[in-house]
C-alpha cells in the first residue's frame, strides 16, 4: 500500500514537471539567475570595488639597514656594547623613508577608479539589455515559427490526403498522371519547407537553451501568448527620456567626467611628491649615535609633465565630440524605429488574423469545389500558394513588430 502510495505522488511530480510551461518572463527569470555571461560579467563590478580599495591605501615605509661591518675592526674608538658583550666594534646605519603625495594625487587617483567602477556597472547594464533584447527576440522569432508550422502541418496534411486520391483516380485513369505529379510535387514542396522551418526552430531553440541555461528547455514547454500580444503605448517624451537613460549616453557622459579627472592628476603630477627620512647611524661620524631626519623630492627641472596634460585635454574635446555624434545617432534611430512602428501598427489594425480564418475556412471550400470540379487544380493550387504567403507575411510582420519594439526599448533603456 505505501508502495504504491509513493508510486502515485512521484507520478504526479512527473506530470506536473513535464506540463511546466515557461512564458516570456519565466523565460527572462531564469536567464537573470542563470546566464554565465552575465554573471562573469559582475565580477567586474567587484574587481573595481578591489581597485578603489587598493587606491585608498598609503605607500609602505622603506626601512634601510646598512654600513654594517661583519667583522672586528681595529684601530676605532670604543663604543658601547649593542647587546651583551657584542658590538663595540660594530658600525651600522638605519634608515626608514616615508612617500608622502603631494597636491591631493592619491584622492584624485581613488575619484578616477570609482569612475572606472560606473564604466563596469555600465558595461554589465549593456550586456544585461543586449542579452535580454537577444532573449527576447528568439522568443518571438519562436513564436512566429510555431505558427508557421501549425499551419504547414494542416496544408502538409491536405496534400497528403490529395496525394493519396489523386493516386488512385490516376490509377483508374479518371484523371490524368500529370494533375498527380503536380500534387505530389507540391507535397515534396511543403515538406522541404516543413524540415527547413523545423532546421530553424532547433537553431532558435539552441540559442534560448543557451540564454537560460536551461538544456532540458522543449518547444512544447513554450507559452507563445506575449507573441500574440502587441501594445503601442509609448513615452511621450520619448527622446528626453532615451538622453537620460541610454546606457551609451551615460557611459559617455562618465567617460567624459573621467577624462576630467585624468586631466586633474596629470595636472597634480607637476607637483613632486616628497620623501621624509629618519635615520640612526652608529659609528659613522663624529658623533657616536646619530640620529637626523630628511626630506627628498624631484626638481621639475626638465619634466612637468606638459605632454600627458595635453594629451588629457585633447582627451576631454574628443569625449565631448564622440558624444554629440551619440546624440545625434540616438535621435535619428529613435525617429526610425518610430516611424517603423506606426507603419507596422498600421497594417496589423487592419485585424488581418480574421481575413486569414476565412482564408482558411475558404480553402475547404475550395476543395469542395476541387472535388465536385467546378474549379481547375491549378487554381487551388495557387490559392493555397497564395494563401500560405499572406499568412506568412501576417506573422513577419508581427515579428517585426515585436523586434522593432525590442530595439526601440534597448535605445531608450526602459521596458514600456
Known sequence: MKTSYLAVIALCFVGETQAQQYGLPQLEAQFLQQNSELLASKFNIEKADAEIVQEKLWSNPTLSISEVNLWKTYQVEEQPFLFGKYGNN???????????????????????????????????????RELKKELRQTYYSLGRLNQQEVQLKNMVDLFVQLQSQYEKQAQLQNIPKADFFRVQSELIGLQKEQIELQSEQTEMLSKLRLLTHNNMLSLEQLDFSSFKTISNQFPIDLKEKAKEQNIGIRRQENEILLAEKQWKLEKAQRVPDMTFQVNYDRGGNIMRDFVGVGVSFDLPVFNSNKGNIKSSQLNIQQQKEVQNSLLMNLETTIDRLQNQLQIFDKILSNDVSNHLEEQQKMIENYRKHLNSKQITLLEFIDFTQAFREAQNAYLEM?????????????IVGQDF
Open 90 to 128: 660594530q658600525q651600522i646605519s638605519v634608515e626608514l623613508e616615508q612617500l608622502i603625495e603631494t597636491a591631493g594625487k592619491r584622492k584624485k587617483r581613488i575619484a578616477v577608479k570609482e569612475l572606472e567602477k560606473k564604466n563596469s556597472i555600465f558595461e554589465f547594464e549593456e550586456l544585461l
Open 398 to 410: 508581427k515579428e517585426n513588430h515585436h523586434n522593432t519594439r525590442e530595439e526601440l526599448q534597448y
